[in-house]
Antibody
C-alpha cells in the first residue's frame, strides 16, 4: 500500500510561487502511472488541480493552466506542484493523490496524502 | 460552482437510512463516466468510499452502497451511526472540461 506525504512552505507571499512535493513511500512511484493534485480552500469543497501521466502528458484545470506545473522525479520517488503568481484565493489545503485508472471511463483518486495547508499572505 | 450537484446537507437519526444524490451533465456522468464517492472527516484527507459507481473498497462496511443511472448517482447509508457524520463528495470526469470534477460536497449530520 503506497503512502503519500505532502511537504513545502506553509506560507507564501502574494505574487510568488507555491511549491509542494509529494513523497511516495511503501513502494515505487513507477508502479503507478497517474499523479494528481487536489486542493480544498478553507471551509469549501474539493477542486481538482491537475494530473500528470507517466507518458509526460498533463491535464490541468483551465482556471490554473497558465500558472501550473506538475512534474515527477522517479529517482526520488516523488512528484511536485508549482503554482506561480499566487493570490489569497490560492490559500487552501493541497492534497496529492494517485489517480487509479481502470479504463477510459473510470478513474478515481486513491490513496491521498494527509494534505498541506498553504496560506498566501504578506 | 461545482460541476456535479450535491445537496449541501442531509441528516438522519441513528439507525435510519439516508441518501445523497449527485447529478452531472451530458459531458460527465451522462457521457458514461463512472462516479466515485469519498468520505471526509474534519481536518483529514478524503477517503475513497465507493468506486466505479457501486463497488466498495476493502474495509468499507456494506452499510454504504451506491448506484448510478443516466446523469445521476446516489450514495445510500443504512443503519446510520454517529461515526458516519462527515462530508461526502462524488467525483467523475468531464470530457468538455477535459478534467476530473467533484461535487460540492454533502454534510451528513446524525441527529
Amino acid at each position: 500500500q503506497l503512502h503519500l506525504q505532502e511537504s513545502g512552505p506553509g506560507l507564501v507571499r502574494p505574487s510568488e510561487t507555491l511549491s509542494l512535493t509529494c513523497a511516495v513511500s511503501g513502494g515505487s512511484i513507477t508502479t503507478t502511472s497517474y499523479w494528481a493534485w487536489i486542493r480544498q480552500p478553507p471551509g469549501k469543497g474539493l477542486e481538482w488541480i491537475g494530473t500528470l501521466y507517466s507518458t509526460g502528458s498533463t491535464y490541468y484545470t483551465p482556471s490554473l493552466k497558465s500558472r501550473l506545473t506538475i512534474s515527477v522525479d522517479t529517482s526520488k520517488n516523488q512528484f511536485s506542484l508549482k503554482l506561480s503568481s499566487v493570490t489569497a484565493s490560492d490559500t487552501a489545503v493541497y492534497y496529492c493523490a494517485i489517480l487509479y485508472s481502470a479504463n477510459w471511463y473510470s478513474n478515481w483518486f486513491d490513496p491521498w496524502g494527509p494534505g498541506a495547508l498553504v496560506t498566501v499572505s504578506s | 460552482q461545482a460541476v456535479l450537484t450535491q445537496p449541501p446537507s442531509v441528516s438522519g437519526a441513528p439507525g435510519q437510512t439516508v441518501s445523497i444524490s449527485c447529478t452531472g451533465g451530458t459531458s460527465s456522468t451522462g457521457a458514461g463516466y463512472d462516479v466515485h464517492w469519498y468520505q471526509q472527516f474534519p481536518r483529514t484527507a478524503p477517503k475513497l468510499l465507493i468506486y466505479d459507481n457501486t463497488h466498495r473498497p476493502s474495509g468499507v462496511p456494506d452499510r454504504f452502497s451506491a448506484s448510478k443511472s443516466g446523469t445521476s448517482a446516489s450514495l445510500v447509508i443504512t443503519g446510520l451511526q454517529a461515526a458516519d457524520e462527515a462530508d461526502y463528495y462524488c467525483q467523475s470526469f468531464d470530457r468538455s472540461l477535459r478534467g476530473w470534477v467533484f461535487g460540492g460536497g454533502t454534510k451528513l449530520t446524525v441527529l
